[in-house]
C-alpha cells in the first residue's frame, strides 16, 4: 500500500455486467472491471502543493508507440508500451518525495479496498444519429387528428416574426453517446487481486472493453456479499 501518497484515482477496463446478492438476500447489480497494472511515467508538482502523477494504461507493443513516448517509457523502465495516459493529482506526505516515482507500478489493492464509495468517469457508447425522442426523451406529438406521418417529430423549432430564428442549444435530432460521463454513489463489492478484477454496485458508462477512470471519495460503507468471508 501507498501509506505516503494520496492517490485516488485508478484506470480499469470494462468487462461487462452481472449480478450478485448481498448477505440480506438484496439482489444488486455488478459491473465487472479488469484493472491491469497502472504504471507511473513522470511526476510533477504543480503551484497548488498537488503532484500530477503521469499514468499508463493498457498494454501495447512498444516499437507501435510513438517515438517520443517511447523513450519516455524506456527511461521508466519498463520494457512494454501503453494504450493511454492520463494526468492524475496526487498529495504527497512531506518525507516521502521518491513515492509514486516514475517506474512505480500500482497495483488495484493499492487505491481500492471492499466498501469504498466511487466516481466513475468513462465514454459513453455511440448511438449514431438518432431523432429527438430518442436523443433528448421528447413523448412525440398526438397520434390522431390527421397526424399519421409526425408522431416522433420534434414539432415547432421557435416562433416565426421574433426572434426569428432558431436559439443555439435547441433539443434537435443528431448524433448521440460518445460523450463523457460520469456516474457517482458506486460501491466497490469485491475485489479480486489474483485476478486484478474489482466488481462495482452499479452501471458504469461505456462499452465493454473501453477504459474507465475509477475515483475514491473518501467515504466506505459497510456491504458483504453472499458467501464473501
Known sequence: MLMDTMLNTIFATKVGMSQAWSEDGKRLPITKLQV?????????????????????????????????LREQIKKSGFSFGVKQIKGVKATIAEGSEDALAAGTTLNVSDILTVGDVVTVQGTTKGRGFAGAMKR?????????????DRARAVGS????????????????????????????GLVVVHIDADKKEVWLSGPVPGFRT???AITKTGVSKDIKLKGQS
Do not use: C
Open 210 to 212: 473501453s477504459t474507465v
Open 157 to 184: 423549432i421557435g416562433s416565426g416574426t421574433t426572434p426569428g430564428r432558431v436559439w443555439h442549444g435547441k433539443r434537435m435530432p443528431g448524433h448521440y453517446g460518445v460523450e463523457t460521463k460520469t456516474v457517482s
Open 136 to 148: 433528448h426523451g421528447f413523448h412525440g406529438g398526438p397520434k390522431t387528428h390527421g397526424q399519421s
Open 36 to 68: 491491469a497494472d497502472n504504471i507511473v511515467l513522470s511526476k510533477k508538482v504543480t503551484q497548488d502543493a498537488l503532484t500530477t502523477i503521469e499514468v499508463g494504461y493498457g498494454n501495447k507493443k512498444l516499437k507501435n508507440v510513438q517515438k517520443p
